[in-house]
């Protein structure tokens, strides 16, 4: 049965059989009481034992008091598959599981409802296989296109980051899962990440690097959070007292356990008093960890108190009685049509139209007898690949087969290599990595034939997930394997040719938008990844995705990278741009992109009407209410983003151009018109004052700005607040 509440699906559940131990919950009860209960017949060793890992994913219950193990997993993919020691494969037939799109793949979608689905079912797919905490999702701010995890993580925007967050880790606990945010805080690049100390001002962290997991924490209600590998000002993530002791337990109240990275703690004293709750890695020796003996031997010595050991013991059992000591624990499923749909779904809604100027989009089947598919990327799978987390797919639909399922009847389609997608990681054997970037004569070769003696050629090319990858960052923004020398080959050969990019990050596409008409941008986009495709292409789906960053022309364009403040020097990075990341510094510079934030076409038009706020006039303690009709006034029914952002004029501070403070993502029917109600609280509007360490909502006139990106306002209205 579903029930429908604002803004979110939610799925009733049948109750499970709770856990059989001593202190399973199976009635409401005073949770505090019973675990201070809990607390007072443990041993000190029993407690060191439940605060650092036993196993690669897991850290110690107490057997004798009915007290589980508690297990995590990797995310965000979906459930990775068991491992052994050392991270092989234990090689089980039993751990298949969905692949859900990759995280700006999901930021693409502009959907919460998507993103609740997506935490819903991987919570159920982590139940089903006995995980209590769910390490996902990943939302650290796109500061440099570079960064090997964008893919992983959402936008270069924290109120599109925080809208999906909120959401995804609402569905994966509606599960009794627990949602594990990470990497707290300003784990923005890989290179040298568990060293760099990252130096930023107070105001950029508090607009642009915590918003999101502050609303993971006080709206979505978050039970873990994981330490970054970073240091922040000098101090390890995992150890730094402002980031976990006082901001997120303090002002935030935090009341779940702080975990650390694998192999992201530095100390035991440090770590332990300045907030780290639980020490995770991958070593077998786990004995020696720093919240291990060293741990008790510094509870014995009095550099560390018992009272912090009860608070973390506190804490992660706070947690199990959320999630393996809970009541009426849903079941969990595995791999099943719903998930299934619900990766389609996300899938359909993420992909990105960039150009369509000749209307070869949707696929005009009646006049195309023939289609050369072309390039790696149109056979490739993307659940497993480079370091890091991925997914033992039960099933992985690539695009060839997408095409083939829905055109194979009708169409003949030819299927050309085009050229290897194969990684090598630089070493003079390879001349430092540079050998894999290079063409195959004999494949283009190929190539062109296929793009000749066809009607129309579709060409995939892009990145994969050996490419893009956690631990490092990309050199540059060039496509590889040598795929500008395909791409140019297969144009020339058939002008009716489409170019289908995949990958997870910004490429400096330019040369393609130059000499290409038609462009489709799409991701690392799960189990239905080439149905999905194959129905946008042929128009059973209209594109309704839009960019979820900034697409510098060059990389010299990007902040972080136009003043020299990546990857940093002497393992010091400063983030010298401050405020103005992704569009806020495009826009606010006047500097005219590859393709801006929020960009994204469709099979249809969209006409903006009688923008208008519900006053005219604000104070400190209201909510905006902004009105604006929205037309389908094409033929193909399809979903549109409204974006909303503000400008203040005038600013005794620094303020970027825009900034996004709301959209909303509405199906529009052919024809037919919406009137879409957007809501900002006046206190959104606010800065973060470095002198008085407070926000504050200044006073004045401000523009509200609706459009369909960050560059292409349709509406505005003006609004006072006093």
């Not at 987390?389 to 290599?417: D, T």
């Not at 010299?556 to 401050?578: C, D, I, M, R, T």
Request: with cysteine; charged share 20%; proline share 4%.
């Amino acid at each position: 049965m579903k029930i429908k509440i604002p803004g979110i699906m939610l799925c009733a559940v049948l109750a499970g059989s709770s856990l059989n131990g001593v202190y399973a919950q199976t009635k409401p009860v005073n949770t505090d009481a019973k675990i201070s209960a809990i607390i007072k017949k443990l041993t000190l060793e029993e407690k060191i034992a439940m605060v650092h890992a036993n196993g690669l994913f897991s850290s110690a219950g107490v057997k004798r008091l009915g007290i589980p193990n508690l297990v995590s997993d990797d995310g965000p993919l979906g459930v990775r598959e068991e491992v052994k020691p050392g991270w092989g494969s234990a090689n089980l037939k039993t751990d298949s599981a969905t692949f859900f799109p990759n995280g700006s793949a999901l930021a693409a979608t502009w959907n919460p409802d998507l993103a609740y689905r997506y935490g819903h079912d991987m919570g159920e797919e982590a139940r089903a296989r006995n995980k209590q905490v769910m390490l996902a999702p990943a939302f650290n701010i796109a500061r440099t296109p570079l960064c090997g995890r964008t893919y992983e993580y959402y936008s270069e925007d924290p109120f599109l980051n925080a809208r999906l967050a909120v959401a995804s880790v609402k569905g994966i606990q509606s599960q009794h899962v627990a949602a594990c945010v990470k990497h707290y805080a300003v784990n923005n690049q890989e290179v040298e990440r568990g060293r760099v100390n990252v130096e930023v001002d107070e105001r950029a962290l508090r607009e642009i690097y915590l918003p999101a997991f502050k609303a993971s924490i006080t709206e979505g209600e978050a039970w873990t959070i994981m330490s970054a590998y970073n240091k922040l000002r000098g101090v390890y993530c995992s150890e730094n007292d402002y980031l976990l002791n006082q901001i997120l337990k303090g002002e935030w109240e935090f009341k779940g356990l702080v975990m650390s990275d694998w192999g992201g703690t530095h100390s035991t004293v440090a770590a332990a008093n300045n907030g780290l709750d639980l020490e995770m890695g991958s070593g077998e020796k786990y004995d020696t960890y720093y919240f291990a003996k060293p741990l008790l031997d510094s509870v014995k010595a009095g550099k560390v108190s018992v009272k912090v050991i009860d608070e973390k013991v506190r804490r992660v059992l706070w947690v199990m009685y959320k999630t393996s000591l809970s009541s009426n624990q849903p079941k969990g499923s595995i791999a099943t049509p719903e998930h299934g749909k619900t990766a389609y779904d996300i899938a359909s809604e993420s992909i990105v139209l960039l150009k369509n100027d000749k209307h070869l989009l949707p696929l005009n089947t009646s006049n195309i007898k023939s289609i050369a598919v072309i390039g790696d990327n149109a056979t490739h799978t993307f659940h497993l690949g480079g370091f890091g987390a991925g997914v033992k797919a039960k099933y992985e639909i690539n695009a060839l087969a997408g095409l083939k399922n829905r055109l194979g009847g009708i169409v003949n389609i030819k299927f050309a290599q085009g050229y290897w997608g194969k990684y090598a990681e630089p070493s003079p054997a390879n001349h430092n990595g540079d050998d894999f970037n290079k063409s195959d004569p004999a494949l283009v070769d190929e190539a062109v034939a296929a793009a000749k003696s066809t009607d129309m050629a579709i060409l995939f090319v892009g990145a994969n997930r050996d490419y893009e990858s956690e631990g490092r960052d990309r050199k540059d923004l060039s496509l590889p394997f040598g795929e500008q020398t395909l791409i140019d080959a297969v144009t020339a050969a058939n002008p009716n040719t489409i170019v289908v990019v995949v990958g997870g990050a910004p490429y400096d596409i330019g040369e393609i938008k130059k000499n290409n008409h038609t462009i489709v941008w799409s991701w690392y986009n799960g189990s239905e990844n080439g149905n999905a495709l194959a129905d946008v292409l042929t128009g059973k789906i209209n594109p309704s995705g839009k960019l979820p960053f900034t697409f510098p022309a060059s990389l010299s364009q990007s902040p972080a990278h136009a003043l020299g403040a990546y990857p940093g020097q002497n393992l010091q990075v400063e983030y010298k741009e401050g405020i103005l990341v992704g569009y806020r510094w495009f826009d606010t510079k006047k500097i005219e992109p590859l393709y801006c934030f929020g960009y994204g076409l469709s099979y249809t038009n969209y006409k903006y009407d009688d923008l208008h706020t519900d006053k005219t006039v604000y104070t400190a303690d209201d909510n905006i209410t902004a009105s604006i009709e929205v037309k389908n006034a094409g033929k193909v029914n399809g979903k549109e983003t409204v974006q909303l952002y503000v400008n203040k004029s005038g600013s005794k501070v620094e303020r970027a151009e825009k900034e996004l403070k709301a959209f909303k993502k509405v199906y529009v029917a052919a024809g037919q018109a919406v009137t879409i109600k957007l809501k900002i609280p006046v206190k959104n509007l606010a800065y973060f004052d470095d002198s008085t360490k407070k926000w504050i909502v200044e006073p004045g006139k401000y523009k509200l700005l609706a459009g369909t990106s960050s560059r292409d306002i349709k509406q505005t209205a003006n609004i006072t607040i006093n």
